[in-house]
């Protein structure tokens, strides 16, 4: 296996095959600071990862998806494991109908799902968070390195 396949099979084990992530979620703010510029909002978010995209329920009124929708780059963290920025993307409707199977997944994955998804709502929806670049750190340098700096969207590790 080449180092990008390491690196994307380690992604599959700390947070693939069906798992409930916490991940923290950083976007940037509506608001600026005191002296107008910028500012980060981070939040923790629980999300299930597959094929390079992490997915998350969440309320179309939220801060973090207001934000999302006026830029759509975001960072993520997991642990000591990984760290990425990507691009979030708002799917719409977590009963819409091409959220069928992603929908499946969240009820399947996420436990609390039918209790506190709020799926009839049509503010319940779903974003995908594409990673586009990172790093994931195997601290038992299980497949021969420690650090992966990986480019997803080329699939190669610099």
Not at 52 to 71: H, P, R
Not at 79 to 91: I, K, M, R, W
Not at 125 to 139: C, Q
Request: glycine residues 6%; aromatic residues 10%; proline residues 3%.
């Amino acid at each position: 296996m080449n180092k990008y396949e390491n690196a994307m099979k380690l992604m599959e084990e700390y947070c693939g095959n069906g798992k409930d992530n916490l991940i923290a979620l950083a976007t940037i703010a509506l608001s600026p600071n005191a002296v107008g510029n910028p500012r980060p909002a981070v939040r923790m978010v629980d999300a299930y990862y597959e094929d390079g995209a992490f997915y998350v329920s969440t309320d179309a009124n939220k801060n973090k998806t207001l934000e999302i929708g006026k830029n759509n780059e975001v960072s993520i963290c997991g642990l000591d494991l990984f760290v990425a920025q990507g691009t979030a993307e708002n799917l719409g409707w977590v009963k819409d109908e091409r959220n069928v199977e992603i929908r499946a997944k969240m009820k399947k994955i996420f436990t609390w799902f039918d209790a506190h998804g709020d799926e009839d709502n049509p503010d319940s929806i779903v974003l995908r968070i594409t990673l586009t670049e990172g790093t994931i750190t195997d601290n038992d340098k299980k497949y021969g390195e420690w650090q992966y700096k990986v480019d997803f969207a080329k699939k190669e590790v610099k």
